[in-house]
Structure formats: structure tokens, C-alpha cells
């Protein structure tokens, strides 16, 4: 280690690894108001990705090597530091880093401390920012102990449109938190959540629509999924951890215990798509709290996978799982730019995903996922009116009760669609199409009265289809009864599905 007493106000050390006979740490060797870091791997940008915790064991910093510069500011003061940073004091002592997957081959880091103003205009102040956490109250795991869990964003029971996942600068996407939030706002959405790849931001740019955090646990390979609503980060790495983290069955288990045990709402992502396939057959089904069927609709790719991803759907309702499904731009790109040539361009809000909620508030979101209370299109604007045993019901609702209590078990299913004159509409009840309907005007109104009466188990959902078959939207159930569960894991359901892993390529 290099250590030279040379900028004003500060010290600059500099370190140099190229076969680690331990866990990489440097020495700070007094308190500070900032630390400035610049890091190299000597190498081109691809998915490396590492995390600084401080001596106090607290989570300090973390980066994602595709897009966001090799460089950090961590301050006392959360207005000045970088979004992917935990503001607070700089602690003297041994700080560590960790590297997801394994040590890259050579790494160098560069830090300055000091205390008053930061000597170097490299680190632009980004200001008019919502700071999400800072200080020792963020803990050992960056929690949000900033964020507002129930602010207020708008009110009234309606339809809140948004988009359950998307990527920025700070992981591997192309528009900056700034950009996205720009674009959310253009394409007029009420929220949007953030789901970088294993990055989990301490601030966000203010701007109209809601921003609820949450984070892609991404394997590199093994399959990837959403905790939406995550308050804190969850150890998820290779390196030092006994159950192996990301990389194996038992660490995924544990890491999907944890963020439904601090309130996070599960998505497994594009489960069925080749190399991003999710590929751990002993995963219970009973952590798939939601299901991404529709991943990035713009890919060439995505209308036979979704269909895939349907089957499966359709299995796990029939074995009495009330899984919502949901959609997910998967966003990346910037919005004049396509996956392939050819196709249109990748933005955020295309799936929308619709969320029925009292007010627009983080809390009424993520409870409006959890009921299914969903609905996701790519235009078509639905509105519902359910009536059963003289209660009202909404897509994603359990009837089991009303049914019971009415006698002649009859349901009345008043279904509104705007905006989808010349499509169909299809009804598949316990995974069969049992009718299809022509959508004959720009607001087009259905009525379907039947009975449910006797039945054990049965379920309802209904799509929007072009002339073409092409999908434009899906509802969530509407169910009754219970079923005894015959599957428990994610292979089993592959299995019945006739589905082979190896298949996935
Ligand atoms: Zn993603």
C-alpha cells in the first residue's frame, strides 16, 4: 500500500491486488468527513460487480462495472454523495471489499479522505434528489431509513398504471436514474420500481411519478428474480458466506426467506427465457409470491416464451396456487433504441402493469400485487365490476367466501375494455379457452353471468387477443375453493409441464 499525505485537506492511499491471499481490505487511519474512491480492474466493463462495507461492518458502497464511472464520493452529507453509497461519517479502521463471484485478477483502488470541501471536480454534486438512506440508522444492510413507505403520490380507488422492472446506469441499462424517472414521466405512469442488478440505490431523482426500491437478485446464469419493496440490502454474494449466496439452492432458499421476512414481494423474472431461465429445480413454488409472464414484449423472442410462461401459469393455478401474474418492461435501452432490428423500440411502461389501489402510496401498491389486484397491457384499458353472494370482487379476488354464503353460487362479471375495437376477447376458466369474443367497439362492454355452485376449486381469467392472436393484455383470476397442492417445487412443474431445463437455451 501507497500512502502519500499530499492532497489539502486529506490522505491518499492507493492499493494494488493481483492474487489475494485473504479478503481484500484497506486501512483508513483516521475519521473523516469524506472518502473519495477511484478503482481499476485493468480490464473492459462487463458484470463485475463489488461492495465496500466499513469497519463497522456497515454497508457503505456498491457497484455494478457496465455503465456507472469507476468512481465514488461518500460523504457525511447524503446531498453529496453517490447514489450508490451510504452516506455518513468515514470511520477509521479496516474497510473491506467484496466481489461478486470471484476475485477479478487485479484490482487497484485510490481513496483520499478529508474533511471540508471535496478537492475535485470529477464528482459533480447531483442535486434535487429523494435521499432513501444515510447514516448508522441505515444499519449494517443500508436500510431505507429514509424512504417513505407511505407517501402520498395521489388518491382515489383506481387503476394505477406502472412498471415492475426496468434497469438504469446504475446496473446495466442506458438512461440515468434522472432519464428514466424523464421517461416514466412522458409516458405518463404513476410508479415505477427500481430493479437494478444487485445494486441497491440510497437516493433517487425527485420527479412525478412514485418510485418504490427493490432490487434483481441477478446469478449470472442460474435465474434471476424481483423483491419488490425491498427495505434493506440481503447478503447475496459468493465470497464469505457459508451457504454460497447466489450461487447455489440453499443460498437462494435463505436469501428468498429473508426478503419475504422484511415485507419484499417476490417476482421470479422471465422464468422460462434461455440463459436467464430459472434454473433451480428445488425451489418451493410457495416463494413465488408473482409471476413474470410478460418480459420486454418487444423482443422477437417473447411471444413464444410468454405463451411458455402461460402454461406454467395456467399449471400452478389448476394445483390451487394463487399466483398473480404479472408484466415487466425489463427496460435497458433508450427509448428510440431496439433489442433488434426491426423491432420497436424498448421503454418503460411497455407491458404496463395496472394496480388497483386506494391511494398511490409504496404500502397500496405492493398490497395491490400481493391480491393480484393486476392487470397488464400494452394498451387496452379494462375496468371490472364483480358481484357474487352481494359482495364486489376485482381480477386476483377470492370468491370462495360470498360463493358459499349465496346458494346458487352465481357471479356476475361485468368486464369494460377501451381502446381494443377489432381484438377478442378470450376466457379460459381452470387453463381452458371455454370462449372467445369479438370486441366490437372502442368501449366495448361484456357481461358474463354464470354459477360456480358445487364446484371444489375453479378459476377465471380472461385476454385480449389481436386478429392475429397476438396478446395485448391479461387478467388475474378470479377464484373459488381450494385444491390440495400436488407440486411443491419448481421442477415438478417444469416436469409437468414437459419442460426440461437443458431444453433452455
Ligand atoms: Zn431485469
Not at 334 to 341: G, K, L, N
Given at each position: 500500500m501507497e500512502i502519500e499525505q499530499s492532497p489539502k485537506n486529506g490522505v491518499k492511499a492507493k492499493l494494488r491486488v493481483e492474487a489475494p491471499d485473504s479478503a481484500i481490505s484497506f486501512e483508513v487511519e483516521r475519521h473523516a468527513e469524506w472518502m473519495r474512491l477511484r478503482f481499476d480492474y485493468g480490464k473492459p466493463r462487463t458484470w463485475r460487480q463489488l461492495v465496500i462495507r466499513d469497519?463497522?461492518?456497515?454497508?457503505r458502497f456498491m457497484h455494478f462495472d457496465v455503465v456507472e464511472p469507476r468512481n465514488a464520493l461518500l460523504h457525511r452529507n447524503a446531498e453529496l454523495t453517490t447514489a450508490t453509497a451510504v452516506a455518513g461519517d468515514i470511520i477509521p479502521g479496516r474497510w473491506t471489499i467484496e466481489f461478486l463471484r470471484n476475485f477479478p485478477g487485479e484490482f487497484e483502488l485510490e481513496w483520499v479522505i478529508g474533511d471540508?470541501?471535496?478537492?475535485?471536480?470529477?464528482?459533480v454534486r447531483d442535486e434535487d434528489r429523494e435521499i432513501w438512506s444515510e447514516g448508522e440508522g441505515a444499519g449494517r444492510n443500508g436500510d431505507l431509513n429514509r424512504y417513505d413507505w407511505n407517501v402520498c403520490k395521489g388518491t382515489g380507488r383506481r387503476w394505477y398504471r406502472g412498471d415492475l422492472h426496468g434497469h438504469t446506469?446504475?446496473?446495466?441499462?442506458?438512461?440515468?436514474p434522472r432519464e428514466m424517472t424523464r421517461q416514466a414521466e412522458a409516458r405518463e405512469l404513476d410508479f415505477f420500481f427500481v430493479t437494478e442488478h444487485n445494486v441497491f440505490p440510497s437516493s433517487w431523482p425527485k420527479g412525478k411519478p412514485l418510485v418504490i426500491p427493490g432490487m434483481e437478485f441477478t446469478s449470472f446464469g442460474k435465474g434471476d428474480w424481483n423483491a419488490l419493496g425491498l427495505p434493506g440490502w440481503i447478503d447475496c454474494w459468493g465470497t464469505g458466506l457459508q451457504d454460497g449466496g447466489m450461487h447455489t439452492q440453499e443460498g437462494q432458499n435463505r436469501m428468498m426467506e429473508e426478503a419475504a421476512a422484511c415485507g419484499a414481494v417476490r417476482t421470479f423474472n422471465h422464468p422460462l427465457a434461455g440463459r436467464f431461465a430459472w434454473r433451480y429445480p428445488e425451489s418451493p413454488l410457495r416463494f413465488i409470491d408473482l409471476l413474470e409472464i410478460w418480459n420486454s414484449p418487444t423482443r422477437r423472442s417473447t411471444p413464444g416464451l410468454t405463451e411458455q410462461t402461460m402454461v406454467l401459469w395456467n399449471l400452478l393455478w389448476n394445483d390451487g396456487y394463487r399466483v398473480p401474474g404479472v408484466g415487466g418492461s425489463d427496460t435497458h435501452l433508450?427509448?428510440?433504441?431496439?433489442?433488434?432490428?426491426g423491432c420497436p423500440p424498448d421503454t418503460i411502461g411497455d407491458p404496463a402493469s395496472y394496480v388497483l389501489a386506494d391511494r398511490l402510496t409504496p404500502q397500496d401498491i405492493l398490497s395491490g400485487l400481493r391480491a393480484g389486484h393486476v392487470y397488464v397491457s400494452r394498451g387496452p384499458e379494462l375496468e371490472a365490476s364483480i358481484e357474487a353472494g352481494g359482495c364486489t370482487f376485482t381480477f386476483g379476488d377470492d370468491l370462495t367466501e360470498a360463493l358459499a354464503g349465496s346458494g346458487d353460487g352465481i357471479v356476475r362479471y361485468r368486464l369494460t375494455v377501451t381502446d381494443a375495437k377489432g381484438a377478442k376477447l378470450r376466457i379460459i376458466e381452470n387453463g381452458v379457452v371455454i370462449d372467445t369474443q369479438p370486441i366490437e367497439t372502442d368501449c366495448w362492454v361484456h357481461d358474463q353471468t354464470f354459477s360456480w355452485k358445487g364446484l371444489d376449486y375453479v378459476w377465471r381469467r380472461l385476454e385480449i387477443r389481436d386478429a392475429d392472436d397476438k396478446l395485448l393484455c391479461f387478467t388475474n383470476p378470479i377464484s373459488s375453493g381450494t385444491k390440495e397442492h400436488e407440486l411443491l417445487t419448481w421442477g415438478q412443474l417444469l416436469d409437468k409441464a414437459g419442460i426440461a431445463l437443458d431444453s433452455l437455451v
Open positions: 469497519p463497522a461492518d456497515r454497508l471540508g470541501e471535496v478537492l475535485d471536480e470529477a464528482f446506469t446504475l446496473s446495466d441499462g442506458s438512461l440515468s433508450r427509448p428510440d433504441q431496439s433489442y433488434e432490428e
